[in-house]
């Protein structure tokens, strides 16, 4: 459909917005900078990594340019290089957002102004995070970054629900917070696990769904993860390393084990908030299990949190966590001069709610990993075993090649819902 004046009212006639999430104004102009943020995508990588080297280059006395443009260094063939590999990165970021506007039903060329108006509304947290989310492509959906970084914890994963559930894996239900990419999500369905995801991110979701559901056969996609950090490489052949995505594709990995007569679960995913979403009394005990992987760290209560888990937990269903606590409410300053006010659109600085609910209520605060442990005991779980898992499982999105190497020390626990309360 083209963007012309009649075909934007047609649109707007044809939807009303009268269902969620386009109805509210926040969730519409929070989806649209996200949409906006995934076209943007490829401008703001070339600008920000090529472009801006460039201009510094050119800025340089002319005799050091000639040293750098020496061919045993090749600096700016280099960066045309890297521009190439942008560009394939770009295309998936491309297919994502096309599928996103399928999906909310809205054309790639818009009237200026207009009620659907989703181009140029892009924030800059919401630039990073599409940067970030396709960067993860590579720990959730290669090869490489997944036996580097999932497998280990989806082997831990496993083993805790064999020890700890009796039940069938086919009659056992499993919530899956945080569930990202959907990696996690697919790989516990393909165990034979009813799984249900839960992500409040738009861009995970966006994501999530491209890679789950239209990607056509495995492999299909060419990666290049690090191409955006010039920091830390011991050659550039380091920093242009690819992979290719998904390692596994999802739709022909299920029927090749239900052709083979192998157990395959279910799975699905909802959008919205942890605690608000699985809260409410219907989903009382509805879980048998709930799997939180790098996850209890985005709370700024995590108190709200464990309540949840308890409340979506059958009696003596099991809470498996594993993760870091890098506490990503750390600085927040409750203080009303940093909430951005217009309208009915409320959101903070890190682009949530400010509605006094879910994640989005006020305060916050910051514990120790044996704190994690006593509190989840005083609130009516039996720890089961905890221990600290190896450095060598804990990296994120770590290039296996850097000069650099971050890892986490994470924690591993498995608790029990008791009866009684």
């Not at 399928?102 to 200026?112: C, R």
């Not at 697919?186 to 799984?195: I, M, R, T, W």
Request: charged content about 25%; overall charge negative; glycine content about 6%.
């Amino acid at each position: 459909m083209e963007g012309g004046r009649g075909d934007d009212h047609d649109l707007q006639r044809k939807q009303p917005f009268d269902s969620s999430p386009l109805a509210d104004l926040g969730e519409r102009r929070a989806v649209f900078s996200v949409l906006d943020s995934y076209r943007q995508y490829r401008r703001q990588t070339h600008y920000n990594n090529t472009h801006r080297r460039r201009q510094n280059f050119y800025a340089l006395p002319q005799a050091h340019q000639s040293l750098l443009n020496d061919p045993a260094i090749s600096f700016l063939d280099n960066l045309s290089t890297i521009d190439d590999a942008i560009d394939e990165n770009a295309d998936i970021a491309d297919a994502i957002l096309e599928l996103a506007l399928g999906t909310f039903g809205l054309p790639d060329k818009v009237e200026k102004g207009s009620l659907i108006d989703w181009r140029d509304t892009a924030r800059p947290l919401d630039l990073n995070k599409a940067h970030s989310t396709i960067k993860q492509f590579w720990r959730d959906w290669s090869k490489e970054g997944f036996e580097a970084e999932v497998r280990p914890m989806l082997d831990l994963i496993l083993r805790d629900l064999a020890s700890n559930l009796v039940r069938p894996a086919d009659q056992t239900k499993v919530l899956l917070p945080g569930a990202g990419l959907g990696r996690l999500l697919f790989e516990l369905c393909l165990a034979g696990y009813l799984v249900e995801g839960n992500e409040i991110s738009y861009h995970q979701l966006l994501a999530s769904n491209f890679i789950l559901n239209t990607t056509q056969r495995a492999h299909q996609y060419r990666l290049y993860p690090f191409v955006g950090s010039f920091n830390n490489h011991i050659s550039r052949q380091n920093q242009l390393q690819s992979v290719t995505i998904p390692d596994v594709h999802p739709g022909s990995a299920i029927e090749e084990r239900m052709r083979s007569q192998q157990q395959v679960g279910g799975m699905n995913m909802s959008a919205g908030d942890f605690i608000t979403s699985y809260s409410s009394s219907d989903q009382a005990g509805s879980f048998d299990a709930v799997v939180t992987m790098y996850f209890i760290d985005t709370a700024p209560n995590v108190i709200r949190y464990m309540q949840t888990i308890q409340h979506c937990l059958a009696d003596d269903g099991i809470w498996i966590n594993i993760g870091p606590l890098l506490w990503h409410f750390e600085d927040r300053v409750v203080d009303k001069h940093d909430v951005e006010k217009e309208d009915d659109y409320k959101v903070d600085a890190e682009g949530l709610s400010t509605e006094k609910e879910g994640i989005g209520e006020p305060g916050s605060f910051e514990l120790t990993d044996e704190e994690v442990l006593v509190l989840a005991e005083r609130m009516g779980f039996e720890l089961i075993s905890h221990e600290s898992l190896p450095r060598a499982v804990g990296g994120y999105i770590q290039d296996p090649t850097s000069m650099l190497q971050n890892r986490y020390q994470c924690s591993h626990s498995v608790f029990r819902r008791t009866k009684a309360q």
